[in-house]
């Protein structure tokens, strides 16, 4: 079955670093993603992975590990915009490409 | 930029009663999806839908749900009796098919069934 875990909620100040964990377990992996949700909002794209390492995107940067079934975003130089719900989902193709969400990291940013 | 589109943004029904909600993906897309995402919970998986047929279906999607595609732009998701739990942000999305490509989802129709 599929199975992802990531922190229900963070709080982190305005202008530092956060990052936010997720592990995940697939039977057939076929990339990781990041989005953004603010409440009553659709998911916005942020990142994906699908091979090992580090992908930056401007202050944004996704790490993927195979092997360890483990991702995690970097979110630098916050601001408070970036309060919002970070959901790490999988994608998995056992025929559809269809994507399995975690339930989401309430970020919370304070000044 | 093209966007996945939906209509209504929120419908109110009563219980028992149909719904239609009504999407319109990206042109070149070949893959078109439903989730919903109850208040406070996580988004989930209902179905994916390619090639005019029905690809996969999560367990949520029961005999109550039905999806098609009319014509050559619209997807719609047909809820036959809606329940009290049907009660949902519902959304739909669409992607190219290549393996790196990323899905684009609609900004969701509001679903509230009294």
């Known amino acids: 079955g599929q199975n992802i875990d990531q922190p229900t909620e963070m709080t982190a100040t305005e202008g530092a670093i956060v990052q936010i964990n997720c592990t995940y377990q697939t039977s057939g992996f076929n990339g990781l993603f990041w989005y953004q949700q603010h409440a009553g909002e659709a998911p916005t794209f942020l990142s994906y992975n699908v091979l090992d390492g580090l992908e930056e995107k401007g202050r944004f940067s996704s790490f993927l590990s195979r092997s360890k079934g483990y991702s995690y975003l970097l979110l630098k130089e916050l601001q408070m915009k970036d309060s919002a719900s970070y959901l790490c989902?999988?994608?998995?193709?056992?025929?559809?490409?269809?994507?399995?969400f975690g339930a989401g990291t309430r970020l919370f940013v304070k000044a | 930029e093209p966007e996945v589109t939906q209509t209504p943004s929120h419908q109110v029904t009563q219980m028992g009663q149909e719904v239609i909600l009504r999407c319109v993906p990206i042109?070149?897309?070949?893959?078109f999806y439903w989730y919903r995402q109850i208040l406070g919970q996580k988004v989930e998986f209902l179905v994916s839908?390619?090639?005019?047929?029905?690809?996969?279906k999560s367990e949520i999607f029961d005999d109550q749900f039905s999806v098609e595609r009319p014509d050559g732009s619209n997807f719609t998701l047909k809820i036959r009796s809606t329940k009290l739990e049907d009660s949902a942000m519902y959304f739909c999305?669409?992607?190219?098919?290549?393996?790196?490509?990323?899905?684009?989802f609609g900004p969701g129709t509001r679903l509230t069934v009294l």
């Open positions: 839908f390619y090639n005019n047929e029905i690809s996969e």
């Open positions: 999305a669409s992607l190219v098919g290549s393996v790196s490509d990323t899905q684009y």
């Open positions: 042109s070149n897309h070949l893959y």
């Open positions: 989902a999988v994608r998995d193709y056992t025929g559809g490409f269809k994507t399995i």
